[in-house]
């Protein structure tokens, strides 16, 4: 009977020293390449670059709609600007544009150009800033105050 036990205690080791998992070494992970965090004003620059610099003409647009779409100004009284950048186009009102007519859309303009265009639109001079919702130069957003 011991026998038996001793058998079967040598025969239970060598299968847990046979059949034990042997533990490899694990590779050293890369070293993760932490991104730039950017800033708000830095983020705002990179999707004002993105905006588009001309508009096609469609049936049915004018100045005032083009201006209002969230990727011109999202502010219908900076109508002007377009108005001012493509008169060669517009011969005689600004409310004569027509289908195909392709207008380069300014970016890069100052605050007294958007306040004049603003008051030329209709806005009060007490009221020619330009709205905070509005899609202006970066620059020009730090300039008024307004948060990114």
């Known amino acids: 009977m011991k026998k ?7 025969v239970s080791l060598t299968f847990a020293w ?15 390449k ?6 708000p004003m830095e983020l705002y620059e990179q999707e004002y670059r993105k905006l588009p610099t001309s508009h096609t003409v469609v049936k049915g647009e004018c100045l005032w709609w083009i201006s209002e779409y969230k990727q011109i100004y999202n502010d219908p009284f900076m109508w002007p600007l377009i108005y001012k950048a493509n008169r060669a186009q517009i ?11 392709n207008f380069a859309i300014p970016r ?9 265009a603003r008051h ?13 919702t509005a899609v202006l130069p970066p620059a020009l957003r730090s300039q008024l105050g307004y948060g990114f």
Do not use: H, T, W
């Open 91 to 101: 011969k005689k009102s600004p409310n004569l544009i027509y289908p195909g007519q």
């Open 18 to 32: 046979g059949c034990a998992k042997k533990v490899k070494s694990q590779p050293e992970p890369a070293p993760v």
């Open 120 to 132: 030329m639109a209709g806005k009060s001079k007490k009221r020619s800033d330009p709205a905070a």
């Open 108 to 116: 890069d303009f100052s605050l007294d150009e958007a306040k004049a």
């Open 4 to 10: 038996l036990v001793l058998l079967a205690v040598i």
């Open 34 to 39: 932490q991104e730039k965090v950017l800033s």
